[in-house]
């Protein structure tokens, strides 16, 4: 696991900063402090920061072919850099390490931009063909390592991390108005765009071409290719277990491809289906040898620590465990602020951060089970999919009595409770687009509360809620689902998984100098999982069904069909109390006025009521205290 960043004159002509390079380079010393490295050109320079996984001995970076015309720097991991290696071989090229990355110069050799199909990896890959003059930046396909760039009068500059991008002095940090109004509703920036409105993503499974002084982005792989037409039916009870056995397999070839390392490893354990399906895979491999980890809280509510440590017995693993406390948590969301480019509401990232550097200290490399709830359909968001077919299917006159009906049972203050919360918006937003619902019933700000939330001046003449449903459109163009809540699978797996949960993944593991790795996301294992019919994922009410069904083998009932929780933390508590005066200080009225990007009189509406009790505003306000305390550090606040 690496870092890299980048300059390029698309003209060719020469760089006027020097040092330029090294200051970004130095930006991102956290993501690899093990040894450093660039490839300089008068218009190009590329640079890299390396965490050594593999080839400890002769794998610095960059990377070249035998002649030295074609050189590259990466991030990441390829997972079947054996197999290629072997076949470069037998047809006559020549490898200088044992390196993973150096397959890709010579892939490049034979394939042109074509190499990233033949991957299978995680990767941001940034490398110079001196022949064509040709610069190439690819993505892996489930959006695992992060690309960011600025293109503008000429000149590319890129980076694993904005920071690497802002010490160019020509970089604007001009917000986004569209990016922010996303922002507040989904409580992350779904690509390409980001906070700045100058700097944008490498979207996943993207390739990024320049030569002869332009640039082309392509796309080199489509979930929606492998995704099962609607005209084909399920399956029958033979062919359903045929799948169950092709799924154990495909799991079994996904966990061992990451266990490759010449570091210690081991595996985040929270004591749900997926990561307890990893342990399982690895104790196979190494019984009594898996490193697990896990954290603990002192809420009971909120803890799943006792999960944990029932599997670790179970597998007879090495587990180790974190105890993380209030004063523990908030002090790593003041030391995130400094690591987090862009403003992020998913408060999951703390206790992932927490139990990254508490992992560090014993290993270098950690697995993880993001992807499986987005494949195999886990959340229970999906059941408000399914309860929403089922709603849609009563008469019109009959839908609006239960709609009346319900809304007038609930009181006002139905509001300071979630399920009161959701419940309405589920009335009102029932009938809209599925995808458009979806994303509705579970925004940080519904479309109303957002364009309330921000200042007229800075909204301009269009209002917020008109462009946050922007990104849907292209993500789903051209893409077809046997029902609802295909759909509904496909986007989380395009934005939330890529633009929310991957981000977090990379940005808490790599401020610890930590590599993750998902198996989940083997794209063997994402295409197999597409082309399954939905009923295998979700049948009825009972979510990831066919997936519980494959590693009843190996798992305990309890673990296998025990409620999921996932890491969560008492936001709504820590905003009234604990957390009071941090909100109270940030957000303070004067500040907001000055400031001029939201209705001051609407944010202290949020915290009087919140603080109250009055109503349950734990998800707006934490997204806004988010973005505060990250604009009071990487943006131009007070």
């Known amino acids: 696991m690496c870092g890299i960043c980048g300059i390029h004159h698309l ?10 390079i090294d200051r970004m380079s130095a930006q991102i010393t956290h993501r690899g402090p093990d040894s450093a490295g660039k490839f300089e050109r008068p218009h190009l320079a590329l640079a890299i920061r390396r965490l050594s996984i593999i080839d400890l001995e002769t794998g610095d970076q960059p990377l070249s072919n035998e002649t030295g015309e074609i050189n590259l720097v990466f991030n990441g991991e390829i997972y079947n850099y054996r197999e290629i290696r072997k076949g470069l071989i037998e047809r006559g090229h020549r490898l200088k390490t044992q390196s ?48 960011y760039y600025w293109l ?44 700045y409105a100058d700097i944008h993503k490498l979207p996943a499974a993207h390739v990024m071409v320049v030569e002869g002084g332009t640039s082309r982005t392509e796309c080199y792989w489509r979930l929606s290719d492998y995704q099962r037409p609607p ?116 408060p999951a990232i703390i206790p992932t951060y927490l139990l990254s550097c508490f992992a560090r200290q014993h290993i270098k490399v950690a ?33 609006r009595q239960v709609f009346d009906r319900v809304r007038n049972l609930l009181p ?62 292209p993500i789903l163009d051209g893409a077809r689902f046997d029902e609802v809540i295909a759909e509904m699978l496909y986007l ?9 949960l991957l981000v977090k993944v990379d940005r808490a593991s790599m401020a610890c100098s930590l590599e993750m790795r998902t198996p989940f996301l083997d794209h063997r294992l994402i295409e197999f999982a597409a082309g399954l019919p939905t009923n295998l994922k979700m049948r009825g009410f009972k979510t990831k069904y066919i997936l519980k069904k494959a590693v009843e083998k190996w798992l305990p009932h309890k673990i296998v069909y025990r409620q999921k929780r996932g890491f969560t933390v008492p936001i709504a508590s820590w905003l009234r109390n604990e957390l009071q005066p941090l909100v109270a200080e940030t957000l303070e009225a004067g500040k907001q006025k000055r400031q001029g990007l939201f209705n001051s009189g609407y944010v ?35």
């Not at 479309?447 to 301009?460: H, K």
């Not at 009087?608 to 943006?635: I, M, P, S």
Request: proline share 5%.
């Open 11 to 20: 003209d060719l002509q020469p760089l006027e900063d020097s040092g330029l």
């Open 100 to 147: 993973d990355g150096e397959v890709i110069a010579h892939l490049y050799e034979e394939k042109g931009t074509d190499f990233v199909r033949e991957l299978n990896g995680m990767f941001a890959i940034a490398l110079w063909d001196d022949r064509q003059k040709r610069l190439v930046l690819a993505r892996d396909r489930a959006g695992e390592k992060p690309l």
């Open 152 to 195: 503008k009068d000429g000149t590319l500059v890129f980076g694993s991390e904005i920071k690497a991008i802002l010490q160019h002095r020509a970089v604007s940090r001009q917000l986004d108005p569209e990016a922010l109004s996303q922002y507040f509703f989904y409580g992350y920036f779904p690509a390409p765009r980001s906070v």
């Open 231 to 346: 005209e084909l039916g399920g399956m029958n009870r033979k062919q359903e277990e045929e799948a169950c056995e092709e799924l154990r397999e495909k799991l079994r070839e996904a966990a061992i491809s990451r266990l490759v390392s010449d570091v210690p490893l081991g595996i985040f354990l929270s004591g749900g289906i997926d990561s307890s399906t990893i342990v399982a895979t690895m104790s196979e491999l190494s019984p009594g040898n898996v490193n697990s980890f896990s954290v603990s809280f002192p809420q009971r509510s909120f803890d799943e620590g006792g999960y944990a440590a029932y599997i670790a017995r179970h597998f007879n693993t090495r587990h180790h465990v974190l105890t993380a406390d209030d004063q523990t948590m908030r002090g790593a969301l003041a030391t995130l602020v400094i690591h987090l480019d862009e403003p992020m509401a998913d």
């Open 367 to 399: 697995l993880s089970g993001e992807g499986s709830d987005e494949l195999f359909g886990g959340y229970p968001t999906y059941l408000g999919a399914r309860a929403a077919e089922y709603y849609l299917k009563l008469p019109r006159v009959l839908r």
């Open 412 to 473: 006002v203050s139905s509001n300071a409770v979630p399920k009161g919360l959701f419940l309405r918006r589920f009335l009102t937003h029932a009938e809209k687009a599925p995808a458009v619902r979806h994303h509705t019933w579970f925004g940080m700000f519904s479309p109303v509360e957002l364009d309330q939330l921000f200042a007229p001046d800075w909204a301009g003449p269009h209002p917020p809620s008109s462009v946050i449903f922007n990104p849907l459109t």
């Open 492 to 500: 989380d797996f395009r934005m939330y998984l890529e633009d929310n």
């Open 604 to 638: 202290q509406q949020l915290i009087r009521e919140h603080t109250a009790a009055q109503a349950d505003h734990r998800k707006a306000l934490w997204t806004l205290l988010c973005f505060q305390l990250w604009y009071d550090h990487w943006g131009t606040g007070d």
